[in-house]
């Protein structure tokens, strides 16, 4: 989504994911190459994914890569995470810097596989459902300072309204048949009920979307207090788990081709849905 809407998307936050394409359409890449990296399935070469992103940008699928030296990334790797390699973020780290991306990549705190925060979820080193790891540490609120700059401090408690939609009208009608859920959130704050606020897009990860962990992500992965009191709507768009007509058993953003070959281009058809979600919160 950031590579793909560079000219309009100015940051992301990036906890345990790999770097731009990486795996190039193959389910088998993602699951190996693109997760636990070895000597028979490496990472692919970040000159080989810089030539893939200049290509899909020549070929106007994607916004100018030019676009993501003004943006800032800041990307996250517990050291009990068994589930993606750190060597997985640091291809991602060195992806993003080779576009000349301002970064900061954290990589000291002992927590396993999930959304890390200050004060909600599982013990820090759990890769358990919600994948939400009390690691009394703020993800959220240090990914949120470095992507918008200075900020207010979080409201002691939420106090806007968590806005339950229809993805269908975003999908053609049919969420389902694009991975999606059917129903997404948005949280609004009071003071951006009339009045301008920015937005921030939060993609749950696998096995974390609400059919799998109801509430949990949307109302404690930390975003919510922080946007009360920064005037930002958070979207929160959802998946689904299928395994029929496509094959998506854990409920992941598409990062690998089960919704089509432009999966990652601004025509792919998750990116195209959650950008007309963007538009309307812009109208």
């Keep these: 989504m950031h590579v793909a809407h560079s000219r309009t998307i100015k ?45 899909f940008s020549e070929a106007r699928s994607i916004d100018a890569p030019a676009n993501l030296a003004e943006s800032r990334a800041w990307l996250f790797t517990g050291t009990r995470d068994r589930t993606v390699a750190s060597s997985v973020v640091e291809a991602l780290n060195g992806y993003y810097q080779a576009l000349k991306v301002e970064t900061v990549v954290v990589h000291d705190k002992p927590a396993g596989h999930g959304m890390v925060t200050e004060d909600f979820g599982n013990r820090c080193d759990a890769t358990a459902a919600p ?20 900020l207010a401090p979080p409201a002691a408690a939420p106090g806007g309204r968590l806005v339950r939609f229809d993805q269908k009208r975003y999908a053609g009608g049919d969420a389902r048949a694009l ?9 609004v704050p009071k003071s951006c009920e009339s009045g301008h606020c920015r937005v921030h897009v ?40 299928r395994y029929f007509p496509v094959f998506n058993p854990r ?10 070959a432009d999966y990652a281009t601004r025509d792919g ?3 195209r849905a959650v950008w007309a979600m963007v538009r309307r919160l812009a109208d």
Excluded: K
């Excluded at 359409?25 to 992103?53: D, H, K, Q, W």
């Excluded at 609400?210 to 768009?237: K, M, Q, S, T």
């Design 11 to 55: 940051g992301a936050g990036v906890i345990a994911g790999g770097p731009y394409y990486c795996a190039q359409g193959s389910v088998f890449a993602a699951f190996y190459n693109c997760m636990e990296p070895g000597f028979f399935a490496p990472l692919p070469a970040t000159a080989l994914l810089i030539e893939r992103t200049r290509a």
């Design 131 to 150: 994948y939400l790891n009390d690691c009394d540490y703020d993800a959220a609120g240090e990914m949120l300072r470095l992507l918008l700059g200075p």
């Design 179 to 187: 991975g999606l859920a059917n129903e997404a959130f948005v949280y």
């Design 202 to 241: 939060a993609f749950h990860g696998c096995r974390q979307n609400a059919d799998a962990v109801g509430e949990a992500f949307v109302r404690h992965a930390g975003y919510n207090r922080w946007a009360d009191a920064n005037r930002l709507i958070v979207l929160y768009p959802q998946t689904v788990a």
């Design 251 to 260: 409920g992941c953003w598409d990062w690998w081709g089960y919704t089509g």
């Design 269 to 271: 058809a998750q990116i």
